[in-house]
């Protein structure tokens, strides 16, 4: 019987050890936004465990169905080698899905190698490329590229906290925004040549090339600018303000092409921009290329290391001060203070301040005092440090001088004028002992506060006007053509130019030869300017940017000896007409006082050498800016003087 014998058929096969066939279906959607879908089938036999095993995997879309692989295996055992056939399976299958079908950019750009060379599509394409571009570089130019001096000139001298997290928050923002270097290089990274031809073969894979590489070329033109923005900013709105309207450049082709689709540039723009090539899906990299996702990451993260490395370096610099005028000359108005409380190694004495005294150069020492630079006062003679050692110190007109400063205090708000031997009362222990103050501000360049209101003590607060100027020039016109403009931003100013020498910072203190000798009003007497060559200048003595002056002994003066010292010396308003005796004065410039008569000269300063007090026999009118010799000038005769 039929029947029997499938029974007796079913029995053997359990004898053989063979168990009748089952089947089992499992279905598995793996993502619906993908469309992609695992099926697994698998026949197996569950009497024995050495039977065979036919296990059948099919990988598909959501079109069709595409068989990946059928591993059959007839022996036991055999599970390890199966594990690892399905671990490459579906590795495969999720480089799959790492690489999404794509298409073109929906951008004018395109147009640049799908239309032909001569098309009109192709030309509108190429202007207005080359109108973003042009915007960029002028961009560029505008944001101080057009050499190093002018970008660290942009540079503010430093930003509060919040200015610079937002300037780190843009950097982040900016290459969110920046879309044309990964679109650029994934597209030349997806699609080889052999892929693009086949797929368009009417088109230039050559103009494919150029075209993306310009697409990325213009990505980096952005982050240079994006970068430029941000370190040259020093307000919140004004990063994001510029960011959009680098934005608005960057979308210049995206706008361009839906004007184009909406026939507003031309028919032939409309066709260009509705052609088959921006609905070709690309769907698989170039076979044998791995590794597309670690090379944008790559790509990414270098952009983001050299924009945040660039942004550190200029923090540092900030912090440092170098963004700031390194060298300055600071004018006080002549007020007085006519009971200055100086400490003194005998204690404290009393002295009338002159505020103009302290006029001339203050150079940043390196220091640094609530994040902004602190300037130190230099030599009147020539802008150099004052001597720290003395050739007889125990002599008053020998005595060290320690320099002033001008320095930014968080206690007040404010920058000052101050110095550590002054004070205002004999109890002032304060962190900030000024004596001049600006009005309170937050600034970190010194020149910003040259156009602010000013505070001066003169044992009560009085309102007062200081110019402070750069010193550091960026070309021969800001040394006033009378010297050169040096690489290191000073003015050199030792050429002589048709019988005229130039003194001072910018060379704005012109000595013409014919007055290197002069003659006073009264009695015809003569004063030449002092250039003996004993102090390594190369050129005349000089206090406060202008020469001195010395009588020429015998030149006719009733009131002088043939052997008396006469000086016109300047400082710092005014012209002061200084006597020593016929002791010093003929010895003065033997060469036995060579080294002592150098360094009065060099550090001369009209407070500490007291020159008001000591010597002084004639003054001057205030001269101000001008007056740079004594010519032309009143001076009038000191009568009886007071406590001074």
């Not at 370096?313 to 700031?324: H, I, K, L, M, T």
């Amino acid at each position: 019987m039929k029947g029997g014998d499938q029974v007796q058929d079913e029995e053997d096969d359990t004898e053989t050890g063979r168990a009748a066939p089952q089947q089992s279906s499992l279905v598995v959607g793996l993502s619906e936004k993908s469309g992609l879908v695992h099926r697994s089938v698998k026949n197996a036999s569950f009497a024995s465990a050495s039977a065979s095993t036919a296990v059948t995997d099919t990988w598909h879309d959501n079109r069709s169905s595409i068989p990946v692989a059928t591993i059959l295996d007839h022996q036991s055992g055999s599970d390890d080698i199966i594990a690892a056939r399905v671990r490459r399976r579906r590795q495969s299958f999720l480089d799959d899905i790492d690489l999404d079908p794509i298409k073109l950019p929906r951008s004018t750009h395109t147009l640049l190698y799908t239309e032909p060379i001569n098309s009109l599509p192709f030309v509108i394409s190429v202007c207005i490329e080359a109108l973003s571009i042009l915007c960029l570089i002028l961009a560029l130019i505008s944001n101080g590229l057009t050499s190093y001096r002018d970008f660290t000139n942009k540079v503010p001298a430093n930003v509060n906290t919040a200015v610079k997290t937002a300037q780190y928050t843009a950097i982040f923002i900016a290459l969110l925004m920046e879309v044309e270097i990964p679109t650029g290089l994934y597209l030349l990274k997806r699609i080889s040549r052999r892929y693009f031809l086949n797929t368009f073969p009417e088109l230039n894979y050559s103009q494919f090339v150029c075209a993306n590489a310009l697409f990325v070329m213009m990505g980096y033109l952005f982050l240079i600018n994006v970068f430029l923005i941000v370190i040259m900013s020093d307000n919140v709105m004004v990063i994001f303000f510029d960011f959009i309207a680098l934005q608005f450049i960057q979308q210049l082709d995206g706008i361009a092409f839906k004007l184009a689709r909406m026939r507003m540039l031309s028919t032939s723009m409309k066709e260009a921009t509705t052609r088959r090539y921006f609905r070709t899906e690309f769907r698989r990299s170039t076979p044998g290329q791995t590794g597309h996702s670690f090379f944008f990451v790559a790509v990414y993260l270098f952009n983001l290391s050299v924009l945040l490395a660039g942004k550190i370096y200029v923090s540092v610099r900030q912090a440092n001060g170098d963004y700031q005028c390194k060298s300055i000359t600071a004018r006080f108005r002549e007020d007085i203070w006519r009971e200055a409380i100086v400490v003194s190694d005998q204690g404290y004495e009393v002295r009338v301040l002159a505020y103009s005294y302290f006029n001339g150069v203050y150079v940043q020492d390196g220091n640094m005092h609530d994040e902004r630079p602190v300037y130190v006062e230099r030599r009147k003679f020539d802008g150099t440090e004052f001597d720290k050692t003395s050739p007889n110190p125990e002599d008053p007109y020998f005595r060290m001088k320690i320099p002033a400063r001008i320095q930014y205090c968080n206690s007040i708000g404010a920058w000052v004028f101050m110095h550590e031997n002054i004070r205002r009362s004999r109890d002032d222990n304060s962190d900030c002992p000024w004596l001049l103050r600006s009005e309170e501000t937050g600034v970190f360049d010194i020149e910003e506060v040259n156009q602010m209101n000013w505070e001066v003590w003169q044992g009560v607060i009085e309102t007062t006007d200081v110019r402070i100027t750069c010193n550091e020039c960026n070309d021969n016109e800001d040394c006033n053509l009378n010297g050169e403009c040096k690489r290191d931003g000073s003015c050199d100013c030792s050429k002589d130019i048709d019988g005229r020498t130039f003194l001072g910072p910018h060379c704005e203190v012109i000595l013409k030869d014919n007055c290197r000798t002069i003659i006073g009003e009264r009695y015809n007497e003569s004063y030449s300017v002092i250039d003996i060559d004993w102090l390594g200048s190369g050129q005349v003595w000089e206090a406060y940017n202008r020469p001195m002056y010395r009588y020429n002994l015998g030149s006719g003066s009733p009131i002088l000896d043939d052997t008396d010292m006469f000086f016109l010396i300047f400082s710092g308003s005014r012209w002061f007409g200084i006597y020593y005796g016929s002791e010093v004065g003929e010895v003065m410039f033997t060469e036995e006082y060579r080294e002592p008569t150098a360094y009065a000269a060099k550090n001369y300063h009209a407070f500490w050498d007291e020159v008001y007090t000591q010597g002084t026999i004639f003054v001057s009118d205030p001269v101000g800016g001008i007056g740079y010799t004594p010519v032309g000038v009143d001076f009038f005769a000191i009568g009886e003087r007071g406590e001074q």
